[in-house]
């Protein structure tokens, strides 16, 4: 069981936090009125500790920063970690429940937005593990790689996550839940799919991303989103798994 019942959230970069982000925040702390709010930023978290913390930070890349802290905070303390564009809908006390949890943002992808986990629990273990010997930038090359990606393979390597959207439950008591329960906003195409089962919806602010990425990546959405029409739904995740598993 997650059973602490603390709520973790980053914000570095030394800047006061927009009014949105405050607001949203401050709805955290309304619904859920008896969870402890632990903020991590320059002032309760050595960014220095490791390499790749100390120079994504040097390179003012901060979500990069939380890639890392969300995991190192989870496995010190236990919990749950929120992105600070995910909004709540209501009570998250049916989460504690599980050993480790998170959803999924596709049937492709796990998110990382919201995901909890009980003290030193396996799953975060493997997980931070990834940063042993990383480096955010390798000679001069900066390592933007979105930590979905190896945390999705890790969950379909170690924990035999299956690429559906439906609840599953893995080794070491890891839940897995649908895209309506934690996500419920398409990152494509922006939509909102909120039902009974919703308990949040993350909005996907992309704030580690570029003009440029920003602009990459509704082209690459295009092009999905044609592929789709031309092959079928179907078809084109055969394609998009056989890929995966060459990539593997």
Not at 19 to 47: A, G, P, Q, R
Not at 214 to 235: D, M
């Given at each position: 069981?997650?059973?602490?019942?603390?709520?973790?959230?980053?914000?570095?970069?030394?800047?006061?936090?927009?009014?949105?982000?405050?607001?949203?925040?401050?709805?955290?702390?309304?619904?859920?009125?008896?969870?402890?709010?632990?903020?991590?930023?320059?002032?309760?978290?050595?960014?220095?500790?490791?390499?790749?913390?100390?120079?994504?930070?040097?390179?003012?890349?901060?979500?990069?920063?939380?890639?890392?802290?969300?995991?190192?905070?989870?496995?010190?303390?236990?919990?749950?970690?929120?992105?600070?564009?995910?909004?709540?809908?209501?009570?998250?006390?049916?989460?504690?429940?599980?050993?480790?949890?998170?959803?999924?943002?596709?049937?492709?992808?796990?998110?990382?937005?919201?995901?909890?986990?009980?003290?030193?629990?396996?799953?975060?273990?493997?997980?931070?593990?990834?940063?042993?010997?990383?480096?955010?930038?390798?000679?001069?090359?900066?390592?933007?790689?979105?930590?979905?990606?190896?945390?999705?393979?890790?969950?379909?390597?170690?924990?035999?996550?299956?690429?559906?959207?439906?609840?599953?439950?893995?080794?070491?008591?890891?839940?897995?839940?649908?895209?309506?329960?934690?996500?419920?906003?398409?990152?494509?195409t922006g939509k909102i799919e909120?039902?009974?089962?919703?308990?949040?919806?993350?909005?996907?602010?992309?704030?580690?991303?570029?003009?440029?990425?920003?602009?990459?990546?509704?082209?690459?959405?295009?092009?999905?989103?044609?592929?789709?029409?031309?092959?079928?739904?179907?078809?084109?995740?055969?394609?998009?798994?056989?890929?995966?598993?060459?990539?593997?």
């Open positions: 069981m997650v059973n602490n019942k603390i709520i973790h959230f980053c914000w570095f970069g030394m800047g006061k936090m927009p009014d949105e982000v405050s607001k949203t925040v401050n709805n955290w702390k309304k619904i859920l009125h008896d969870y402890e709010f632990m903020l991590w930023d320059e002032s309760t978290f050595n960014v220095n500790m490791h390499p790749y913390t100390k120079e994504a930070y040097n390179h003012k890349k901060y979500a990069y920063v939380t890639d890392y802290v969300r995991l190192y905070v989870l496995k010190l303390y236990g919990g749950i970690y929120m992105d600070t564009d995910v909004d709540v809908i209501k009570s998250l006390d049916i989460f504690l429940e599980n050993r480790a949890f998170t959803g999924c943002e596709s049937d492709q992808m796990c998110v990382t937005g919201i995901m909890g986990a009980v003290p030193n629990h396996p799953w975060i273990n493997d997980l931070i593990s990834h940063y042993d010997n990383l480096h955010f930038e390798n000679n001069g090359e900066l390592s933007l790689i979105p930590n979905t990606k190896f945390i999705t393979e890790v969950t379909i390597q170690k924990y035999g996550w299956k690429q559906e959207n439906i609840y599953q439950e893995l080794q070491h008591g890891l839940v897995i839940y649908p895209f309506n329960v934690l996500c419920a906003k398409n990152w494509e909120i039902s009974d089962d919703t308990y949040t919806i993350h909005n996907f602010s992309g704030s580690w991303l570029s003009k440029r990425q920003k602009s990459t990546k509704k082209v690459k959405s295009f092009i999905k989103n044609l592929l789709k029409k031309i092959v079928g739904e179907n078809n084109y995740k055969k394609i998009i798994n056989k890929k995966r598993k060459m990539d593997l």
